[in-house]
C-alpha cells in the first residue's frame, strides 16, 4: 500500500513538475544600433564634422556658427601627427546667434579640418576657406554613415580632384575607396583598406591615379573606425568642395547656378546593381519645368547633365529617381572641354575664368533651416536661394543670427518657384535661421571676383 | 668499569624542578643510589624549587649554567633528572659504567611507565631532520629486553641524562629558554657537534609518569625550530626552514579535522623564535664554534621524511577507516586485512575523485561565470563586507550580502587570505563531505559501503549536481557536501543523558546552520526530509524524534544566518530571478528505471530508502521548475539539490538491494534493470571529473578581461561595463531598452559583487546615459562613463549596445582585444579622484591613497552618510570625503556587524557544545 501510494505521489508531482511553464524568453532589445543622425540641426547636443578648413600661409578658414538657442561650441583641430594633442577653442553664446570664427587665430599650420561640439541646440557649423584666388566652403555634417558616396569628381584637363578623408575619432579607421567614371569601375588598387590613424586624417591626389576622366563619383567604405570624406575639386584657381552623403530617391538643389555666367551641371551616381531612372525638374523665378530631363543612371557610371540649356541664369533643379542615387550640382565659369555623358561637345570660343562652385542638396524640404554663414563673407556677395518645389505658397521669414537682436525679412516664394534674395555682406551677421509656412529647401551662395561657393542649408530636426 | 686505580667519575645529580611535589621522591631515588652522588641539587622553578631543595635538605640552583659554575673539574659528570623521575638503584651505576666504557660524553637511560614497569616510554630519541622527536616504539610497548643493546642515539631525554661536565660546560648546559624536551634535543646535537658520542643505557632504568612524557605545547616546537636553527648550517636551513614552516602549516591546517586546534601553536612558535632572535644568533655561534663535525653527523641517527606527516598519516588512516563504517572491524592484526576491507578502499577512492573533480580549481579558483566568480582578494574584507559593511555590487549600497561571502571570507582569511586555496578547500570539502555524509546517511538505512559511496558520488557528482554546477550556484553545489549530514545527525539514535541529547540538537543546529548559510532556501530541506521519513514509517518513534530533533535544530539555526536573515525582504529573495530544469532524457530514464525497480523489488530499509529518494526527486523536480509557481532562481536551484539527495537515495537503495539474496525471480531482473540505471548515472558523474571544475562551467570572463591588468596604471581602480546578452554577463544585470548591461570591478569581478541592488542615483545617470547613446546624442560618451570610474567597456556577446559605442569621440576601440572592447580616453576614469587629481586605488570595499590634508576625494559610489572620514558631502550622486587620513571607507552598520558576531558566536558555541556533548561518557 505504502508503494502505491508513494508511486502516485511521485507520479503526481512528475506530472505537475511537467505541466508547469518555463519561463517567457526575454524581452531582446528594441533597438539595433544608434538612432542614425540625419545631418540636420536639432535640440540636443551634436557634433559637425568640417574636413576642408586650412589656415597657413595662403588660406583663412572661418568657422560660421549659428544656433537659435544659447549653446556653448568646443573647437577642436586634430594634428595630423597621431599622437599630438589637438588645438581647441571655445565659443560661448548666450542667446541664440552666430558667429564667425578665424581659424587661423586657433592655430595656423595648413589644413585643420575640425569638428565642433555643441551642448545643445538647434545649431550648425559651415566652413568658408578663401585665398587670393579662390572661395569655396560648405556646411558641416554631423551624420557619419559607414559608407558615403562622393559623385562629381574630374580629373580631366584642368581639374584635380581629392578626397580628403578626416578621422576624428581617436581609434584607426581603415576605409577603401572605389570608383566610377563614365568608363565603368575605375581600378584604385591602391586605395584598398587604407589606414586612418585616430585623429589626423589624409588627401588622396586621384589625378595622379586615375587621369583623364571627365566624371568620377566615389564611393568611400569604413570597414573600422569612422571617417568622414570630402570631395575637392580643383580648377586653374578657385575649388569646390562638398561633403559625402547617402544615395537617395529625391533631390533637391536651390542653386544649381547663381547666374548665367556660370554653366551648370548636375552629376548622379548610381552605386546599386540595376539602372535608375532620374526625372530632373528645373525651377526658376519664373516658374518650373517639369520633367526637364529624363535620364537613366547605370550602375557604376556616373551620369554629368548638362543643366545649361535647361534655363537661362538662376536655377534650382530637383531630382526624382525609382532607385537611391547621389547627386551633386556644379557650376563652372570655364567648363572648357567638358562633355556631359552622351552629350555632343558644342565647344566654346571665349576664355572665361574659372570660379567652381558645388554642393550637395537637401534630400527632403522642411520647414525651417539654419544658415551659418549666410551674409558673413566679407568681400562677397551672399544670396539665399528658397526653393519651393510644392503646390502652396511659403512665407519665409529670413531672421539674421549675429550678436544682438537683428530684424527680420520675410519673403513669399510661389509654388513651383525658386526665389534668390540678395544679402551682400554685413559684418554683424553670422548666419540666418529661415522659418516657411511650408517645406522648402534652401541654401545660399557667395560670390566675388576671385571665387564663388553654394553651401546647402542645415535642417532644423523639430 | 673503570680500572682498578682509575679514579670513580664524582656525580653531581641535578634535580630539574618541574614539579615540586615530585621532587622529594626523585631525590630519595637518588640518595639510594647503588653509585652515590657526590652531591645533590634541585634547579629551577624559583620560590617552589628553593622551598623543595630546602624541605629534602639539599641545595638550590637557579639554573643548570649557574650549577656549572659552581662546580669544580673534581666532578666529572653531571647527572639530569627531572622531578618526578624514580631511577632504579642500580640506574646511575648502569650510566656511569657504560658511559666510560664507551666513552660517551652523554648517556640516557630507558624510560618505563611509572604505573606500568613493564611498558616502555623511551628508549633513547631518534627525531627527523626538523627536531621532532620519533620514538620508534609502538603504543604501551612491552619491555620484552628486545631494545636493551647500548647503542648511538640522536638523543636522550633529559629525564635521566649523564653528561660529562666538561662537555656540560663546553656547550653551556641545556638552553634555559628552551622547554625540557627540546632543551634535551638541542644539547645532544651540540654534543655531537662536537664529537662527543650520545648513547642509550638500556640497562640504566628510570620510572616516570606517562602522561608527563612528551607533554606537547607550542613552547615544545618553538624549542625544536630554535634548535635547528642553532646546530644547522646555513646550506641545511636554507631548505630546512622554509620545509618546517609548510609542514607545520600543514599540521595546522589537518588538525581541526583531528580535533586539535594547532594554527595558533604553529604561529605562536615561529613567533617566539622570532622574538628571540637575538639571542638565538649568541647560541648559535657559541654551539657552532667548536664543531667538530657537520651536519652529516647530526642526519646519521635521523628518520626519513617527517615525524609530523607520519604521524599525521597514520592518525588520518585510523580514522577514516573507524569513521567511513563503524561496524567494519578495524583489524589491526594486518596491512593486508585493512587494504582490503571496504572501507578503506572507498576512503581512498573519495579523496582521489574529490582531487580529480576539483583540480583545476586549485590554481585559479573558482571560474569567472555566470554566478560564479573567484573569491576577492581578502577574505577579512569580505567578512566585512557582509557583517554589516558595504556591498559593493555594481556601484555599490548598503544591501545586504548573502551568508556565503560570510563563510567564504572566513574560511579565505583562515587560508592565508589565498582565494584560490580557499575555494579549492570549500570545493574539495564539499565533495569529501558529501560523499561521506551519503555513506553515513546510507547507514541510517542499512547500506552498505559501496552503495552508499556511490549514492554519494552521485549527489556530488550526478546529473542533478551537473545541473547545478552548470548554473553555477555556488551555494547549492557546496551545500550539497553538508546536506546529507544534516539529516544523518538528525537521524542519528538519540542519545541517553541530557547533556549529550542537548549536544545532539546543537549538531543539529549548527549543520543545518550552515546548510542555511551555503543556501538559505536549503535550511527548511532536513525538516521536509525527516517529516517524510517519518510519514514512511508512521509507527516508528525514531523516525518522529528524528523529526523533532530537526524541527528544534533548524530553529536553533537561524541565528547562524545573522544578519542576512534579519535584513533581507525573503519574499523578493525567494521569487526573485528565474530558473528552470530541463532534464536531459537518459538520467531521467535511469532514475525512473532505478526508483520504479526499487519500488517493485526492494524491501526493508532499502526500500524506505527507494521510497524516501523517489518523493525528494518529484518533490525537488517540482520545485526546479517552479517558475510558474512564482519560485525564483535560489528556489528552484535548491529544488535541484533536493532531487539530487533523492536521487543518491533510489541509487542506494536499488545497488544496495542486488546484494540481499532474498529478492528472487522476475523481482530480481527487474531490480537488475534497476541497477543498471544506477549504474548510468554513476556514470554520468564521470563527466565533471574530465573536467576538474566540480561540476563548475569554464572561466568566460577572465581571459576576456585579463587585459585591463596588464594596463597602464592601477586596473582596480577602475569599473569595466559590460555588455552583452543576460546570459554572456556575470550575476545580475540591467536592461536598457531591451539590451542587458552591467557594471563589474576591474580586472575580475569577485564573489561579492555578483548581486545588484535595486536601483538608485548612479544606476539611473548611467541608464540615462545609454539612453542618450541609443538616440545618438552623446559624442563624448568616454568623458560621461569615466565619471563613473568606468575605463572599459567589454561586448561579451552580440548586442546592439556595441554599435552605441562605435563613433564616440573619446571611446578607442582596442584591437587585439578576445573581445570587441573599448577604452575611455579620459585620464580621470577611476572609481576615487583626490581634488588634487591624484587616484586612489581600491583596498577591500574602500579606497586608500596618499594622505592629503585640506584636500577631499571623490568616491564614485552610491552616496550615503556613511561613507568617511567626514565631512561627508554628497556630490552627484556620490560621495566626497576627507583626504586627509589616506583611506575612504565605509563605517560598518553597527547593528548588522554586532549580529554577525553574534551569529559566529552561536555556531562556534554549537560546535563546540556539539563536540564536548559528544565526548563526555
New interface residues.
Partial sequence: M??IL??I??????Y???A????DA????????????ESAASA????WYCTWAASGALRDSTAMIAANTPVTASLTLPQQIVGEDPDTDQVILSSPGAVAVDVGEIVRRGDTPM?V?FDGGPAAVAVVVESDSLLTGDGCLSR?PKVWELPGGSTRQGRTTTIRLFN?????AKVTVSGSSESGETGLVDLQSIDIP?RTWQDVELNGLIPLLNDLSFTVTTS???VVPSLVVAGSTDEASWPGEAPSTYWEFPVATSSADFAPSLMLSNNGTNPANATIDVYTADGATADARQVVVDPSIPKRIDLSDLADGAMGVRVRADAPVSAVVLAEESPEAIVATGETDTGSSETPGDRIAGTVGASTPASTWLLPGLQAVAGADSTVWLLNTGTDAATVVLQPLGSGSLPTNKQLVPPGTLLGVPLGYDAAVGGYFVESTAPISVAWSAEEEKGIMFVSGTLVDG | MPSPGTPQPTVVAAVLALDSADIADTIARVRSQVYETARIVVVGSGSTGRHAADGAGVDWMSSIPNLLGTIDHSVTHLWLLYAGALPRPDALEALVLESERSDAAVAGSKLVRADDPERLIAVGIATDVFDVPYLGLEDDEIDAGQYDVVRDVAAVAAISMLIRRDLARGVGGPDPMMPPEAAAIDLCQRARLRGARVVVVPSSEVLFPAERFRAESWREGAGRIRAMLKVYSLLTLVWAIPLRFLIGLLEAIVSPFLGRWLLFDYLRAWAWNLWHLPSLVRERLSARKGKAFGDAELFRFQMRGSAVISDLGSEIGGRLRERIDRSDGLSLSSIGSDLRQPAFIVGVLTVLISLLAVRSLWSVGWPAVGHSMPLPDSGGAAVGAYAGGWNPGGFGSVQQLPPLVGLSGGVQWLLLDSPQLAAWTLSMAAIVAGIWGTVRLMRAFDIEVVAGWAAGIVLVAGPAAQAIGDRTALGQLLALGVLPWAIRVALARWPRGRLRRLGRIAAVAWVVGLLGVLAPPLLVVPVGVLLINAL?QPRGKAAWVSLAIGIIGSVFALPILLPWIAVQDLHTYLTAG?E?W?PAVIPVVAIGAA??AG??SASGRQ?NAV?LG??L???G??V??????GLGREVALSGLAVVALGTALVVGGVLDSLRLGEIHGWRRILLGVGTLGGVVLVALTLVPLYHGRASLPADQLTDSLRFTAAAEGDATASRILLVGP?DTLPGDSRVV???AYRVISAPVPALWELDLPDPTGPDDALESLLLD????????AGASLASFGIRWVVVTGD???E??F????????L?GARRPTFLV?SDNAVRALTSGDETWTRSGTGYAGDAAGGERVFVAETANTRWGPGPWSQVGWGNEVSAAEGTAGFSPIRPRRNEATMAAGVFAFLVLFSGFARRRR
Fill in positions: 505504502k508503494r508513494v508511486v505521489v511521485v507520479a503526481a508531482s512528475i505537475g513538475a511537467l508547469l511553464n518555463s519561463p526575454p524581452v531582446g532589445p528594441d533597438f539595433t544600433g544608434p538612432v542614425e543622425r540636443t547636443a551634436s557634433v569638428f561640439e557619419i576624428p575619432f581617436p581609434e584607426m585616430g573600422e573606425g569612422n | 514512511l528565474s528552470y530541463t526508483f520504479l519500488v517493485v526500500l521510497l523517489g518523493m526527486v518529484g518533490a523536480a517540482l526546479a521548475r517552479g517558475y510558474d509557481l543576460e531598452r531591451g539590451a547613446l541609443i538616440d545618438g546624442e552623446q559624442s563624448r548586442t546592439p549596445l554599435a552605441v562605435d563613433g564616440q569621440l573619446d571611446l578607442v576601440r584591437g580616453d
